[in-house]
C-alpha cells in the first residue's frame, strides 16, 4: 500500500471510533478536573486510546479475526462473537448513535417529534454506504473524515487563540486523584470492546489491500493504529481543553453535549450551531456505517447468511428500536454490556501472555485463557449486578470483605 491509502485507512479507523459520546466524555471530565484537566486526559488516554490501539494491534497478529476466541470451546466462541457483535450493534450502540445524532445534530432546530422519519432516513443512508464495503475507505477515510477533523480543528483553533474561560478549581475526585479517574472516564467510552467489533472491518480491509505477506500486513497495521492513535488523542486533547475552559458559558453544565453546545454557539453562534450538528451527524454515520458493515461480514462468515441481506436486516432493527427510547435501549442492553467488557479485554491480555493459537482445523483448548475468560465473566456478572442492584446483600458484605476494589466496580465501568 501507498502512503495515501495508509492515510485513508488510517483516517477511516479514527472515524470509526469517533461516536458522538466520544465527543461528549472529555469536555466534561476535563470541566470537573479543572487545574488538573491535563492529568486526568494523560490517564484518559490510557484506556480511550491505548486500549483500543493494542486490541487492534494483537488482532493483527492473528491470522484471522476470529482466532481470538479459538482456543475457547465452541460454544463459548459462538456465544462471545454473537453476544458482542448483537449488543456492541443493533440492539444497543447502533439504536444509540442514531438517537443521539438526532438528539444532538437535528432536535435543536427542530420543535416536533421527528425520530422516526430522522431514524428511516439515517439508517437508509447507512445501509447505502455499507451495502458498498469495497469503497468504505473512500467515503469514510477520503471524504467525511477529512471533513470531520477540518471542523474539529476550527473549532479547537479559534477556541486556543479566544478561551472562553479558565480552568475552575478541581472537584474533590479530580483533587486526589485525577488520573485514576481519568483511567476510568477513558474506560467509559467503550471503544476497548468497540475495537474488538472494528477489528472485522479494519483487519480485514487492511489485508485485502495488502501483498499477502504476513510480515507487511503487519506493518501497515502499526502504522495504521499510529495514525488513529494520533488523532484521536489529539481530539480527546482538544475537548478537553474546550471543557477545561468553559467555565464562563457552561459553568453548570451536566453533560458534555452542552459544554460543546455552548462553546460552539459562543464562538460561531447560529453557525456554530450548525457546526456541531454537523460534527455530530458525520461522527454517527461513519460509527454506523462501521458497526453495521462488521455485523454483516460477521453473519456472512459465521452463519453463510448474504452479506446485503445482513446489513438490510441489522438497518431495519436499528430503525424500529431507535424509537423505543434510549432509556429503554439502556436498561435492556446494559446487563450484556457489563459483563462483555471484561470478558473482551480479559481475552485480549489472554492472547498476550497466554498464547496458543491453532492454525489448523482442529479446536485446541486453552486451559489458561478458559480460566482467565471465567474468572472475568464471574466478576463481570458479580460487578453487573452489583451496579443494577440486583445483588442479594450478603453477598455484597462477603464481596466488601474480600474484594478490596468491590466498591469501585473494577471489572466493569462501561455503566
Known sequence: MNRRELAA?????????LGAG?????????QQAG??????????????????ALTLIVLGRLPSIDKLTAALPQWMDRSFWFLILTTIGPAFALPRAVTVAYEMGIKPFYSGNGLLLFSIIFCGLTLALALKPGK?????GRIMTPALIIMLALLT???LFNPLGAPMAATEAYQQSPIANGLTQGYMTLDAIAAVVFGWVIINTIRLRSSGNESAT??????????????????????GYLGATSSNIAAHATNGGEILAAYAAGQFGAMGQVMLAVITLIACLTTTVGITTANAEYYQNSYGF????????????????????????IKVSLPVILVLCPIAIALIMAVIFIPKISRSNVREISVGQ???????????TLDALNILAKLPESVIKIAQQYLPLFNDNVSCYCQ
Open 370 to 380: 478458559l480460566v482467565v475468560v471465567t474468572i472475568a465473566t464471574l466478576f463481570g
Open 306 to 329: 448474504k452479506f446485503k441481506i445482513s446489513a438490510v436486516v441489522i438497518t431495519l432493527l436499528t430503525a424500529t428500536i431507535s424509537n423505543v427510547g434510549l432509556e429503554t435501549i
Open 157 to 159: 483553533v479559534f477556541a
Open 22 to 30: 466520544n465527543l461528549i466524555f472529555p469536555p466534561l471530565m476535563a
Open 136 to 140: 468504505l475507505v473512500d467515503y469514510i
Open 218 to 239: 503487519f506493518r501497515y497495521i502499526l502504522i495504521i493504529v499510529a495514525i488513529y492513535a494520533a488523532l484521536m488523542a489529539l481530539c480527546y486533547l482538544a475537548m
Open 35 to 52: 487545574e488538573n484537566w491535563l492529568y486526568a486526559i494523560a490517564g484518559f488516554l490510557v484506556t480511550a486510546v491505548g486500549l483500543p
Open 9 to 17: 485507512i488510517g483516517f477511516m479507523t479514527f472515524a470509526l471510533f
